[in-house]
């Protein structure tokens, strides 16, 4: 269930007529009073139903569902939070179209409600103010005012239990969103965060102790490659060299066969994300590198959207330089292989200075002479709307990484999420990503965190920090998880200079790994993704549900929670640990399927 956009249904949607009669007769009973709801499959693998409300038709609603809110549960909004009042017209249509729904199925079966974030949560405070007989769960991935408050550089989880809550939300002006948020937690039968460090987080900031800890999971099949993906890594680090001859032309005096090429990709959240420390860390590592003499160079990508204009004159330059070059040598070698050829055919030693005459000489020179460069590769590829204030090129300028012949460590940083079919580097990220050696994400507030997942599902190592969900879930499950190409770095108990060189050491000792030493990384590295499947981790949302469904209609419901409540991820150090979960582990009193019908907002 989920908010209608236009542009995004016709798309990502195939529309369908609902397999399911209580639900149809409650998207009518909302359509024939005013209200536009919409049903269909998504475009994506597994092809769920979704149930899609136009949030722009129920607006004329607003004034009164918020006089609703008020008198419900003491909450007032904001005329100008616009996030805030789609919230409260989503969560509004959802309460009732929920009431619709029981109504229409008279308790067989019952409905589990799984609300994600805030901006959901408002249809379950109206659910449970209104009485309507379900079974809700909520999770939050982060709660809102840690993020703002690592946002603004506060020393967040030292200080957790010293924050005045309602002040700093004040402060913030986000106070009405911090009572949607706090007040959808305490509602709910069963509250769930994506991480342990999440579930400290969410029990200082808003007062209740995580009921199950629900690890976000991948679909490994998707990214899976079997013994294709060290070839797939060749494949695609082929195209990521060609990008770099296009961009360094004039400047390319280091061997690409001894390139290694870091990435670092997400939001565009500077201090959350660690873009900061990875960036002082490159500064250090380009000094170890140089002050060793090593023969290696590193080029580091930062695939992270800002606000730009357009590509870059001189990025667009450079690749249009690089296949003029490529073109020409085309030519001269397709001449030279028919001279060489027909020389041969004769059976004549071919004269070496006769199979090259004066034009191929005068042509070599002319590419060779559109190489020359006066001015630095540049380290970003779009013109920046706000390039003097932008924190990435500030620190790059305050660090002198300017992509200098005698720098180890070049940047190229692309505003922009990446796409097959841009003109510069015409690469999805999938791509991307199995072409390059390291993923870099020292996150200072990352409450779970895909990108390093995504990397080790695809065998390519990465660095996290302990102050991550999916780093603190690897130092709980891998004994040594540096030893398969996941680098931990300690963000909570050391200083930031302390982690600093931590980042920095990881990186100089990746760099004078062999070649050998680095497939047989990405080998072990490739070995943990069953630890990330869905198979295994969707147990703990399994486990949620059954807890809801106990809590919720605890006549019909009951759990053993003595013997089958799940190992948590805390607490687990193999796959084997953890129970497996079936229908099997919740005794009901009634002989339908309780888990029917689970909504999903």
Not at 117 to 124: F, I, S, V, Y
Not at 141 to 166: E, M, P, S, V
């Amino acid at each position: 269930m989920g908010p209608y956009y236009e542009h995004n249904f016709k798309t990502q949607v195939e529309k369908c007529e609902p397999p399911n009669q209580a639900i149809k007769a409650a998207m009518d009973s909302l359509i024939n009073n005013g209200s536009q709801v919409h049903f269909g499959r998504w475009l994506i693998e597994g092809s769920p139903y979704v149930i899609l409300f136009d949030i722009g038709a129920a607006a004329w609603n607003l004034d009164r569902w918020k006089g609703d809110l008020w008198n419900e549960c003491s909450i007032g909004l904001p005329y100008h939070d616009r996030e805030a009042n789609d919230s409260l017209i989503f969560g509004s249509l959802v309460a009732w179209f929920f009431k619709e729904l029981t109504d229409q199925l008279q308790d067989k079966p019952n409905v589990i409600a799984h609300f994600h974030e805030w901006q959901a949560g408002t249809g379950l405070l109206l659910s449970r103010s209104r009485k309507i007989p379900l079974a809700t769960i909520f999770t939050t991935h982060a709660t809102l005012l840690g993020r703002y408050l690592c946002a603004g550089n506060a020393d967040f989880y030292n200080n957790l239990d010293k924050f005045n809550i309602d002040q700093e939300a004040g402060e913030r002006q986000i106070y009405h969103r911090y009572c949607l948020e706090r007040a959808a937690v305490h509602c709910a039968h069963v509250f769930t965060t994506v991480s342990q460090i999440t579930a400290v987080e969410a029990n200082h900031m808003l007062h209740r102790q995580a009921d199950v800890v629900t690890p976000n999971g991948l679909n490994v099949r998707k990214f899976s490659a079997m013994h294709e993906f060290q070839n797939l890594h060749s494949m695609n680090k082929a195209k990521i060299q060609e990008f770099v001859r296009g961009h360094f032309y004039g400047h390319l005096d280091f061997n690409l066969e001894k390139t290694l090429f870091f990435f670092i990709a997400g939001r565009y959240e500077f201090s959350n994300k660690g873009a900061d420390l990875f960036l002082e860390s490159l500064s250090r590592l380009n000094y170890l590198l140089r002050v060793h003499k090593s023969d290696v160079t590193v080029v580091v990508f930062f695939i992270m959207p800002a606000k730009t204009n357009n590509f870059n004159v001189e990025s667009l330059k450079g690749q249009a330089v690089r296949k003029q070059l490529w073109d020409t040598t085309q030519f001269v070698k397709e001449k030279f292989g028919k001279r060489l050829y027909e020389s041969l055919l004769r059976g004549e030693i071919p004269d070496m200075s006769k199979i090259l005459d004066r034009d191929d000489f005068t042509i070599m020179k002319r590419a060779i002479y559109a190489t020359q460069r006066h001015s630095l590769p540049p380290v970003t590829t779009h013109n920046m709307l706000d390039d003097s204030t932008d924190p990435i090129l500030s620190n790059i300028r305050r660090i002198g990484l300017f992509n200098g012949r005698n720098d180890r460590v070049k940047i190229v940083f692309h505003p922009e999420f990446l796409s097959s079919t841009s003109p510069l580097l015409p690469m999805d990220y999938e791509e991307f990503v199995r072409g390059c050696h390291l993923g870099v994400f020292p996150s200072y507030y990352e409450p779970w965190g895909y990108t390093p997942g995504e990397c080790t599902v695809m065998g390519i190592p990465s660095v996290t920090t302990n102050l991550s969900g999916f780093g603190c879930f690897m130092e709980e499950h891998v004994s040594d998880p540096s030893e398969y190409g996941i680098y931990i770095v300690d963000r909570r108990f050391r200083s930031a200079d302390e982690s600093c060189n931590q980042l920095t050491q990881f990186m100089f000792s990746f760099c004078q790994q062999s070649r050998r030493q680095r497939i047989i990384q990405r080998n072990r590295t490739e070995r943990l993704s069953d630890l990330l499947d869905w198979r295994y981790l969707g147990r703990f949302y399994m486990y949620a549900r059954h807890l809801a469904l106990s809590r919720s209609f605890p006549s019909k419901f009951k759990m053993d929670h003595l013997n089958i409540a799940p190992v948590s991820p805390a607490n687990t150090h193999t796959l084997s640990d953890a129970p497996e979960f079936s229908a099997s582990l919740l005794q009901s009193s009634v002989s339908h399927d309780p888990l029917e019908i689970i909504l999903i907002c």
